[in-house]
């Protein structure tokens, strides 16, 4: 519970902040909007008093209403963890600002929350998937996309016939069934 | 907040399953499995369900197909199945596996390997990375829907005699990830396997017994090679 | 229908002798053959994306890696280059093997009974990547300059720590890019574990790294205490810190056996595993398993010290600075080893700054960034130990970091055995865990670097999202930084000594 960190970001922060920051055990959180998140970042990173220099963790949360992306930074200045909520980012058609101009490591993390959420980051140059094969169609950890108990039948499985093998095969005279393209722009 | 079946816990439909009788232990006979489950991206597979006239690689090897291709030993008629019997007792105590582990077992295979627990007792130190050189894929870790096409190639470019193993729970039957969107649920869905260790990860132990009993399947089943069966073994509605 | 040795089918002239019909399945060039439905000459792709997905799905196209779509039309059989014997060796006729290829159809990859034609060459090679290209890196990397090649080190390879892709772009022996593909791995744990309970999410993040599945296990209980605001005893704090140094040596020894491994010496493998086999079936007398431990608990671990492992611990400790010290000097003391690795794969200390990287390689880099030390947890304030830290930033460097490490854990260990605290193992917890809805991050240093865990619980038994962030992951991202310049037999040198596993990377 740093409190003197508490009030540096309200002091730094003020016209990005959306709510207060809330402080928990070791971790202070802060939630902006998807259009701050450069201004915010670069903040965090370059301003002498908080000089956030550790990218820890980039992550996507579906909350079943909107979108987020989540990132846990560190600093020397202070012993608590930060938490970055980008909030409010749309189910349909979430675009989020790309990390990479601070931390080229956010490249990848950012691959896989695309990957896992659909979450479009602009500015990443190299946004296609990472852990699912290239021509998957789905985004797994979408809430949108259950797994009952026999994941075999989820409805979100992919399009190749090792990923649906209850699903029946592609029939051969219908030139566009069976493969579909990943809504990727 | 939370949107979808958060809430259900899905009880597991218990259909009637009707397991195929196991073969006799030493002859290992086709199980011709009626196709039900596993439909391949060619849907002329299997003669679109119907059962097909080859059910043998033996009949496949009398096709000029089979006896020109360069990978099999039915392209000479007679002899390698007599040469067979004996040979297939010599393959026994010299089965060479392929390095090909993916995931925690792996490393279990490799303890399996080292001086602790020595494979090279039996005559299988030798892990060699080429698929070409191997006789024995042991499959050894979590089978994703992406690793199912390079596997399967894996498998396709060893040459015959060839056996696979499938080794923990993941190859099994899928094990602690039968839930999961991306794992195949057990490599006798696109292969066919002669031993099965279960296990998360099994012992070490577990692996050389379940290779020992590999080499005893190799000679219990020599000079039939040919009645083996192709293509994914799993049992029927499962 | 099956075919005639030298190529004549029923109804059709034989090869050599007659003039062949354009039009004719036996046509050399393939846009002449008839475009056959079905099984046969499904093989290429010619026109269009339909057209090709179709005839892939037609052709028994099994996965995204082989699915051959948008590629252009089979270039037609070229006659034979001049050869440079004179005439033909051996007999040897070119036109006859392509013929007697073209008359033996290859078993289809679905179902051996089904033949496919081999017609072309579009069937043994597969183009890369067998998908358009989408990105701007992508389309960077996927042009191929002048004298360049790709090679591709596929998923299964010894010397690729498990299922690892790289598609090195390299002129002649020198790498110029590597497009690194994971996800030959990808479980869906993440997935699980918000369909689990929050004990069995503990057990289902166990093999991410498997190799050092205490610390993943550690991240987890970590988080989910914050969340639940839950004190654990000290005993069982020590027992955690006591089991987890014992598997970080465990796992530093796995790692200098294999980067040996991966230049080429087979014996200190051997060592190696002779060590791992030692720790592990200490821990197997405690957790019950010898690798994916399922041990740790939320409010503590699950079983108390024994006395089986009280003396195999005992024995392994009375050797275990000299057999350290005897396995390290194996390769410290080898030349080619040193050689092969000093000043190979340097990380500049900002890049690894800006890549995330943590742990090990980030220490050689000259940052001394360890969470034990940054953000304590457990009772590692309580504990007397260095975090070493070297400025070189090779691989050389990186192995080192981790031999210094060893020794930090075995003096770790030693004061654990000798503050063992009484007292109860774990916390009283309810049985049916439901933390207030709240976020939390814990952090642990695992052998690679900062394991983190972010838990939203909605209020239910359930965790909401359960994210899971691992170190090999942002290390092996430095990969198309580290490679290029060097020579391809450095490549594995680089991979791993960056100490990549991965189940972690690929959750």
Known sequence: MDRSLKRHLEARLATHLHGPVRQFTDQTEIRIEAGSVVEVLRALHDDPGLRFEILADLAGVDTGNVMQVVYHLWSETSPDWLRVIVDGLSRDDPRVPSATFLWTGAEWLEREAYDMFGIIFEGNRDLRRILMPADYTSFPLRKDFYLPDDAARSPGAGSRQVERPHAPAVVADDPGAGIRRAPVS | MAVGDRGRRGAKAQADRQVVPAAPAHLARPIVVPNTFWTPTNPLAYEGGRPGEITHLHEFGETDAGRNDDARWGGLDVIPTKADYVLDLIRANSLWPLLSGLACCAFEMMSGATSKNDMDRWGMFPFRASPRQSDVLIVAGTLTTKMAGPLLRLWEQMPEPKWCVALGDCTVSGGRYKRSYSTVQGIDRIMPVDVYIPGCPPRPEGLIYGMLQLGQIVKDRRGHWAEREIGPSVPDKI | ?507
Request: aromatic share 6%.
């Open chain 3, 1 to 507: 229908m099956p075919t005639r040795p030298n190529g004549a089918q029923p109804g059709k002239p034989e090869k050599p002798t007659r003039p062949v019909t354009p039009g004719s399945p036996a046509a050399k060039d393939p846009a002449e053959r008839p475009a056959a439905a079905g099984v046969r000459g499904g093989a290429h792709a010619r026109t269009g994306r339909a057209a090709a997905a179709a005839a892939a799905a037609a052709a028994g196209v099994r996965g995204g890696d082989h699915a051959r779509t948008g590629r252009a039309a089979a270039t037609p059989a070229t006659p034979a280059a001049p050869n440079p014997f004179g005439s033909t060796p051996h007999g040897h006729d070119p036109e006859a093997v392509r013929a007697r290829l073209a008359a033996m159809p290859r078993p289809s990859a679905d179902d051996p009974r089904i033949l496919l034609d081999r017609t072309s060459d579009a069937d043994l090679f597969e183009p890369i990547p067998p998908y358009p290209t989408r990105t701007e890196r992508e389309a960077e990397f996927y042009s191929l300059g002048d004298g360049e090649m790709f090679l591709n080190v596929g998923p299964q390879h010894p010397a690729t720590h498990g299922v690892l892709r790289l598609v090195l772009k390299l002129s002649g022996e020198q790498v110029m890019d590597v497009d690194p593909v994971i996800g030959y791995l990808h479980r869906g744990v993440e997935k699980i574990c918000e369909n689990s309970d929050y004990y069995h999410v503990i057990d289902q993040v166990d093999p991410l790294e498997y190799v050092s599945s205490l610390f993943q296990e550690w991240s987890a209980v970590l988080t989910f205490e914050k969340l639940m605001d839950v004190q654990v005893p000290r005993r069982a704090e020590y027992i955690r810190v006591l089991t987890a140094e014992l598997l970080r040596v465990a796992s530093h020894t796995l790692y200098m056996g294999f980067l040996a491994l991966d230049l080429g010496g087979i014996t200190p493998i051997l060592y190696s595993f002779i060590e791992r086999d030692e720790i592990v079936e200490m821990l197997a007398a405690i957790t019950g398993a010898r690798m994916l431990f399922n041990y740790y608990r939320i409010g503590g671990v699950n079983g108390d010290l024994n006395h089986e492992f009280m003396s195999r611990l005992g024995d392994w400790m009375s050797r275990a600075a000299k057999q350290t010290e005897a396995n390290a000097a194996l390769l410290n003391e080898n030349e080619i080893f040193v050689r092969r690795a000093r000043g190979v794969g340097i990380m500049d200390r900002h890049m690894a700054l800006k890549m995330g990287v943590t742990g090990g390689n980030l220490r050689a880099c000259g940052i001394a960034f360890d969470v034990r030390r940054a953000h304590p947890y457990s009772v590692y304030p309580e504990l007397d130990f260095n975090v070493p830290t070297r400025q070189e930033g090779d691989s050389l460097a990186r192995y080192l970091i981790r031999v210094d490490e060893v020794r930090e854990s075995i003096r770790i260990i030693d004061q654990c055995l000798h503050n063992m605290p009484d007292g109860p193992i774990i916390a009283k917890l309810p049985r049916l865990l439901r933390p207030r809805p709240g976020r939390a991050w814990g952090a642990v240093e695992g052998p690679r670097g900062l394991m983190g865990v972010y838990a939203i619980s909605d209020g239910s038994d359930q965790p909401f999202r359960f994210r899971i962030h691992d170190p090999s992951f942002m290390n092996l991202e430095t990969v198309p930084h580290l490679l290029p310049g060097n020579l391809l037999a450095d490549t594995m040198a680089i991979v791993s000594s960056l100490d990549p596993i991965m189940g972690g990377i690929d959750k």
